[in-house]
């Protein structure tokens, strides 16, 4: 069975720092990971994906997230935070066409 | 285009009503999945669909019922609305399975009393 966890239920992170989101996974299989952003009282918004090829995929608004296949992670990064990143966010995988989403990570910039 | 829409945006029932939320895509996406969203346990996919006349159930189908006779439209029946289907539900669309990101329609927010 496919699974995908986010260990924090929240990261609190100053505008400006390094910001980090985990991800683990358990797919069997080559995995597909993806990450996604919500806001409140909105639907989820693609922010990048991982199919093959380079370890370090790059998505929108400066987000970027390296998967280790050896530590079966694909953690959610933003070098410098802005205070507009504050939102949720999820990891998913999709194994055989099934989507399974992690729990989510509340993310807070403060200024 | 207007994406993925969804309606209503809120919906109040009483224990054993039955509603459908419509979900609709203008992308010709064949592929598309009904969500619910609960606090703390991110999405759970209800049912999905790989195109028109073919449906499938996900984690939790139960008590649910879809159809899908058209590629744009992909309508979520609660057959007997229960206090335990209070939830946010997301309809999604994509181009296909697999490797291919979703999009999601602005939810509807299902309070069962």
């Known amino acids: 069975a496919q699974s995908v966890a986010q260990p924090e239920d929240q990261v609190n992170v100053a505008e400006g720092n390094p910001l980090t989101v985990k991800c683990t996974y358990s797919?069997?299989?080559?995995?597909?990971l993806f990450w996604y952003v919500q806001y409140p009282n909105r639907g989820l918004q693609f922010l990048l994906k991982y199919i093959t090829g380079d370890n370090l995929v790059k998505g929108s608004y400066g987000f970027e997230a390296e998967f280790n296949k050896s530590q079966t992670s694909f953690h959610l990064k933003k070098p410098s935070a802005l205070v507009s990143d504050s939102a949720l966010y999820f990891c998913a995988s999709d194994s055989w066409g099934k989507f399974q989403f992690g729990a989510g990570t509340q993310v807070v910039v403060t200024p | 285009n207007a994406g993925v829409t969804q309606t209503p945006k809120f919906q109040v029932l009483k224990t054993g009503q039955s509603m459908t939320l419509q979900c609709a895509q203008d992308?010709?996406?064949?592929?598309m999945s009904w969500y619910r969203q609960d606090p703390g346990m991110g999405l759970r996919l209800i049912h999905y669909s790989v195109g028109a006349g073919i449906t499938d159930q996900g984690e939790v189908p139960n008590g649910y019922n879809v159809s899908r006779s058209t590629t744009e439209d992909f309508p979520l029946r609660l057959l007997s609305a229960a206090p335990s289907q209070t939830s946010v539900y997301f309809c999604a669309s994509s181009s296909n399975r697999g490797r291919y990101e979703q999009y999601f329609g602005p939810g509807t927010r299902l309070t069962v009393t």
């Open positions: 797919v069997s299989g080559n995995p597909y």
């Open positions: 992308m010709n996406h064949e592929y």
